[in-house]
């Protein structure tokens, strides 16, 4: 019998520290598959954020570096300054990215530098223990919100994708789901999209991916995954925001 | 006489002298020709109009504007760099009535400040923000901003900026237009007179939604840097025109003024002191947790592992707050990793008649190991003589060990038939209390009451309390 | 050697999401009533027969542990 199915190559075998039912290590698998199909793993580096993925560089046999909280991107930026040969990734949560670490990606995305961001949005602060994210949906309970997030007070959910979509550089910007397998097979092809983007020096690739948190959301894998369906897309629709490579193909 | 009829004079909100610290300075501080005064002038008279002096809190950012505090005779505090929005945010939550005016540089609002403006603006902040766009960092000297145009040369640009290294320069009117929650967003110009008339016309509507609680405003001003652009200040306005204007295009993006949804002016939900106890399972204040007198046991250090979710800090909560019921004085030092559940978590307890110093239990004289991981982790920390908690449930080996004092217990299974498999902690912890001379069952029967906070689980860890004890007697766990 | 079989599950790398048991299409895979020594119910193989190797429950498994062979 053949393996039809098997690890990738750069997913180390160790058990990873992610609660049952997360999106993260999914994506850390289409990531590594990605990265195996290309070929590129001996010269990608994996820009690790604060957060759940912090401990993505145990996970991916292959380059990395931590950040400051919120600054992959400004680090990664660095890196593909100094090392333009090399494939970058930013990995980031939704705390990361679209909290503390705003400025760095309007701006990362504003000069357009040519490495791939990957954005997972799970609508909360996973890692210390389920406060509120600028992502949190309106109504949604969370520990610095009990009685749900009211858009009157702090405003709705921050869209990052459209935010991005209106600015001048980034070459392609999508927002694709794991919350099943359909949309597992479509966030691998968003993924691996991005990484050959950077490989062909399209410039900045953003992929945002809806991931479940069962743990703090407080619900079972099972409903998770129909809350995404059931109250995330609906407000963050699934698609692509921008993509030039098309763009200049049809002109 | 015909007494004059006043057509243009300097609004009252700016002080009568502008007396800066230095020698005899008089005047502003800005270069001839930059366009900041002008803007000072209309945000001044605008507040003059309306009649809000009284109600106006004036941030000013760090780069050329950083002085305000010396001409607008009003509340005044300067920021740091770029969080003007964030500290009108906290003004406006704790001053209802206030008037509160955000005026920032290009340098401060587009750069170091774009995460502050953009999640101000999202939270749809009553407040004023204006946006002297000069495409230029003018206090520092005429570096690069964000804003600076493609082909424009700067000091970190002299070769001009380029598209291929720096990107293109950032339009904040047109990125905060994308975000739902702002209700007015104007950019503006002052590079002519008829703009000039037209700005203060948006100015002062800006500051008006304030003032009806309408929600986020935004007005950016394209304003002419003559000295950093090196151009004199006629000049200056015609590149304005040409260059500026073309990238940075001057019309309304947004105007839901006459929105006739009610307003949004950040008004919270009151929240009764009732609705907090309930929420965080806040009991009146007990009468039965008292001191009782002290009596020696020595220092016994406890550490207890296993997996997140196990209830393994919950136990060293019980444990700590079990032996100052006794009169003990105890530490509860938890370790845990970045996972929410499933890895690994342990707590050291300390448990002394006397004073404790440091709260690290590096070498237990009890160990609960809850699941395999945790038994192989501190298996060999324990000390000479000490005594081992083993889930049995979970750790199938036994302890390699034989210098010290072993106890199986299947706590996982005896808590599963209670119907919570979470309260093996509280079985384990019972046979603990047994096994040790340190807490008695008594106590903890006492404890758990006042330590579970989820209340609809007290009775069930009773239980687990009773199950640990019947097992304790079933089997009379050889120590 | 003998062949693996269609679906090989880690059991002490699984975590119990259950994942895998709504992705599969044909009801092959079933949670144990054992708990692994991470105190979890694990997926299992069970109805083998009606496998075709199709990978769904691996594509959906966030935790690495199911390999699928033809």
Same mark, same amino acid.
């Given at each position: 019998?053949?393996?039809?199915?098997?690890?990738?190559?750069?997913?180390?075998?160790?058990?990873?520290?992610?609660?049952?039912? #997360?999106?993260?290590?999914?994506?850390?698998?289409?990531?590594?598959?990605?990265?195996?199909?290309?070929?590129?793993?001996?010269?990608?580096?994996?820009?690790?954020?604060?957060?759940?993925?912090?401990?993505?560089?145990?996970?991916?046999? #292959?380059? &990395?570096?931590?950040?400051?909280?919120?600054?992959?991107?400004?680090?990664?930026?660095?890196?593909?300054?100094?090392?333009?040969?090399?494939?970058?990734?930013?990995?980031?949560?939704?705390?990361?990215?679209?909290?503390?670490?705003?400025?760095?990606?309007?701006?990362?995305?504003?000069?357009? *530098?040519? @490495?791939?961001?990957?954005?997972?949005?799970?609508?909360?602060?996973?890692?210390?223990? &389920?406060?509120?994210?600028?992502?949190?949906?309106? &109504?949604?309970?969370?520990?610095?919100?009990? @009685?749900?997030?009211?858009?009157?007070?702090?405003?709705?959910?921050?869209?990052?994708?459209?935010?991005?979509?209106?600015?001048?550089?980034?070459?392609?910007?999508?927002?694709?789901?794991?919350?099943?397998?359909?949309?597992?097979?479509?966030?691998?092809?968003?993924?691996?999209?991005?990484?050959?983007?950077?490989?062909?020096?399209?410039?900045?690739?953003?992929?945002?991916?809806?991931?479940?948190?069962?743990?703090?959301?407080?619900?079972?894998?099972?409903?998770?995954?129909?809350?995404?369906?059931?109250?995330?897309?609906?407000?963050?629709?699934?698609?692509?925001?921008?993509?030039?490579?098309? *763009?200049?193909?049809?002109? | 006489?015909?007494?004059?009829?006043?057509?243009?004079?300097?609004?009252?909100?700016?002080?009568?002298?502008?007396?800066?610290?230095?020698?005899?300075?008089?005047?502003?501080?800005?270069?001839?020709?930059?366009?900041?005064?002008?803007?000072?002038?209309?945000?001044?008279?605008?507040?003059?109009?309306?009649?809000?002096?009284?109600?106006?809190?004036?941030?000013?950012?760090?780069?050329?504007?950083?002085?305000?505090?010396?001409? !607008?005779?009003?509340?005044?505090?300067?920021? $740091?760099?770029?969080?003007?929005?964030?500290?009108?945010?906290?003004?406006?939550?704790?001053?209802?009535?206030?008037?509160?005016?955000?005026?920032?540089?290009?340098?401060?609002?587009?750069?170091?400040?774009?995460?502050?403006?953009?999640?101000?603006?999202?939270?749809?902040?009553?407040?004023?923000?204006?946006?002297?766009?000069?495409?230029?960092?003018?206090?520092?000297?005429?570096?690069?901003?964000?804003?600076?145009?493609?082909?424009?040369?700067?000091?970190?640009?002299?070769?001009?900026?380029?598209?291929?290294?720096?990107?293109?320069?950032?339009?904040?009117?047109?990125?905060?237009?994308?975000?739902?929650?702002?209700?007015?967003?104007?950019?503006?110009?002052?590079?002519?007179?008829?703009?000039? !008339?037209?700005?203060?016309?948006?100015?002062?509507?800006?500051?008006?939604?304030?003032?009806?609680?309408?929600?986020?405003?935004?007005?950016?001003?394209?304003?002419?840097?003559?000295?950093?652009?090196?151009?004199?200040?006629?000049?200056?306005?015609?590149?304005?025109?040409?260059?500026?204007?073309?990238?940075?295009?001057?019309?309304?993006?947004?105007?839901?003024?006459?929105?006739?949804?009610?307003?949004?002016?950040?008004?919270?939900?009151?929240?009764?002191?009732?609705?907090?106890?309930?929420?965080?399972?806040?009991?009146?204040?007990?009468?039965?947790?008292?001191?009782?007198?002290?009596?020696?046991?020595?220092?016994?250090?406890?550490?207890?592992?296993?997996?997140?979710?196990?209830?393994?800090?919950? $136990?060293?909560?019980?444990?700590?707050?079990?032996?100052?019921?006794?009169?003990?004085?105890?530490?509860?030092?938890?370790?845990?990793?970045?996972?929410?559940?499933?890895?690994?978590?342990?707590?050291?307890?300390?448990?002394?008649?006397?004073?404790?110093? $440091?709260?690290?239990?590096?070498?237990?004289?009890?160990?609960?190991?809850?699941?395999?991981?945790?038994?192989?982790?501190?298996?060999?920390?324990?000390?000479?003589?000490?005594?081992?908690?083993?889930?049995?449930?979970?750790?199938?080996?036994?302890?390699?060990?034989?210098?010290?004092?072993?106890?199986?217990?299947?706590?996982?299974?005896?808590?599963?038939?209670?119907?919570?498999?979470?309260?093996?902690?509280?079985?384990?912890?019972?046979?603990?209390?047994?096994?040790?001379?340190?807490?008695?069952?008594?106590?903890?029967?006492?404890?758990?009451?006042?330590?579970?906070?989820?209340?609809?689980?007290?009775?069930?860890?009773?239980? $687990?309390?009773?199950?640990?004890?019947?097992?304790?007697?079933?089997?009379?766990?050889?120590? | 050697?003998?062949?693996?079989? %269609?679906?090989?599950?880690?059991?002490?790398?699984?975590?119990?999401?259950?994942?895998?048991?709504?992705?599969?299409? %044909?009801?092959?895979?079933?949670?144990?009533?054992?708990?692994?020594?991470?105190?979890?119910?694990?997926?299992?193989?069970?109805?083998?027969?009606?496998?075709?190797?199709?990978?769904?429950?691996?594509?959906?498994?966030?935790?690495?542990?199911?390999?699928?062979?033809?």
């Amino acid at each position: 019998m053949k393996a039809v199915y098997e690890r990738p190559r750069t997913l180390r075998d160790t058990p990873m520290h992610y609660c049952p039912g #997360c999106g993260h290590s999914i994506i850390h698998k289409l990531l590594s598959q990605s990265i195996d199909e290309l070929g590129i793993r001996e010269r990608t580096i994996v820009v690790a954020p604060v957060g759940c993925s912090v401990l993505i560089y145990n996970y991916l046999d #292959c380059d &990395g570096s931590e950040a400051a909280h919120g600054r992959a991107q400004a680090v990664a930026t660095g890196l593909k300054r100094a090392r333009p040969e090399c494939v970058v990734v930013s990995y980031q949560g939704d705390g990361d990215l679209a909290a503390i670490g705003t400025a760095e990606t309007i701006h990362a995305a504003n000069r357009g *530098e040519k @490495f791939s961001v990957i954005f997972v949005n799970n609508a909360i602060y996973g890692m210390t223990g &389920g406060q509120m994210a600028p992502t949190t949906l309106a &109504g949604q309970p969370t520990k610095t919100t009990p @009685f749900g997030r009211d858009p009157k007070e702090i405003g709705p959910p921050l869209r990052m994708c459209e935010l991005l979509s209106g600015l001048e550089a980034p070459a392609y910007i999508e927002r694709v789901s794991v919350h099943d397998v359909k949309n597992v097979l479509r966030t691998k092809k968003a993924i691996k999209k991005a990484l050959k983007n950077q490989i062909e020096g399209a410039g900045y690739s953003f992929v945002e991916v809806l991931s479940m948190c069962p743990t703090n959301w407080g619900m079972t894998t099972r409903q998770a995954s129909s809350w995404i369906e059931e109250n995330m897309i609906p407000y963050y629709p699934l698609g692509v925001y921008k993509d030039r490579g098309k *763009e200049r193909n049809a002109k | 006489m015909i007494e004059a009829k006043v057509k243009h004079v300097k609004p009252a909100v700016f002080y009568e002298e502008f007396f800066r610290k230095g020698t005899g300075q008089r005047n502003t501080h800005y270069c001839p020709g930059c366009g900041h005064g002008t803007a000072h002038k209309l945000v001044a008279e605008a507040v003059t109009d309306l009649g809000v002096q009284d109600r106006v809190v004036f941030c000013s950012s760090v780069g050329c504007s950083v002085f305000a505090y010396y001409y !607008f005779d009003c509340c005044n505090i300067q920021c $740091a760099h770029g969080r003007a929005p964030a500290v009108a945010t906290g003004i406006r939550r704790v001053l209802r009535d206030a008037i509160i005016i955000s005026y920032q540089g290009d340098g401060d609002l587009a750069a170091i400040g774009t995460g502050a403006i953009v999640h101000a603006a999202n939270r749809g902040e009553n407040i004023t923000v204006f946006f002297v766009n000069n495409a230029i960092y003018g206090m520092t000297g005429g570096q690069m901003a964000p804003t600076t145009l493609v082909g424009q040369s700067t000091k970190t640009t002299p070769m001009k900026r380029s598209v291929e290294s720096e990107g293109y320069p950032i339009g904040m009117a047109e990125l905060l237009s994308s975000l739902k929650a702002p209700v007015f967003i104007e950019r503006v110009s002052l590079g002519d007179i008829k703009r000039i !008339f037209k700005a203060r016309r948006v100015i002062r509507k800006a500051i008006e939604n304030q003032v009806a609680g309408r929600g986020f405003s935004f007005v950016e001003i394209l304003s002419p840097c003559p000295v950093n652009w090196k151009m004199g200040a006629d000049n200056a306005r015609r590149w304005l025109l040409e260059n500026m204007e073309p990238v940075f295009p001057v019309q309304n993006f947004r105007d839901r003024a006459d929105d006739s949804r009610p307003g949004r002016g950040n008004k919270v939900k009151e929240v009764s002191d009732e609705e907090y106890y309930d929420l965080f399972h806040i009991e009146e204040e007990s009468s039965s947790c008292v001191m009782q007198t002290k009596h020696t046991v020595g220092t016994q250090s406890v550490k207890i592992a296993g997996f997140g979710g196990q209830g393994v800090l919950s $136990a060293g909560v019980i444990l700590a707050k079990a032996a100052l019921y006794k009169g003990l004085n105890s530490t509860w030092l938890p370790s845990y990793g970045p996972e929410m559940r499933g890895g690994t978590a342990n707590v050291g307890v300390i448990i002394s008649s006397s004073k404790i110093g $440091a709260p690290v239990v590096d070498r237990p004289d009890m160990l609960i190991a809850m699941n395999g991981p945790s038994l192989d982790a501190f298996e060999e920390s324990v000390v000479k003589g000490g005594l081992i908690f083993v889930n049995k449930s979970l750790i199938k080996r036994k302890v390699a060990r034989e210098d010290v004092r072993t106890v199986y217990v299947p706590a996982t299974d005896i808590a599963k038939e209670l119907g919570l498999v979470a309260a093996a902690n509280v079985v384990i912890l019972s046979i603990y209390a047994l096994c040790s001379n340190v807490i008695d069952i008594d106590t903890l029967r006492k404890i758990i009451p006042e330590a579970i906070k989820k209340r609809n689980l007290i009775s069930i860890n009773l239980k $687990a309390v009773e199950a640990g004890v019947s097992y304790y007697d079933k089997t009379r766990c050889e120590v | 050697m003998k062949d693996p079989e %269609r679906v090989v599950i880690a059991k002490e790398c699984c975590k119990g999401c259950e994942l895998c048991i709504d992705a599969c299409p %044909r009801g092959v895979l079933e949670m144990s009533e054992e708990i692994n020594s991470s105190g979890y119910h694990y997926s299992v193989f069970a109805n083998k027969k009606d496998c075709n190797s199709c990978t769904l429950c691996a594509v959906i498994c966030p935790d690495m542990c199911i390999e699928v062979y033809k």
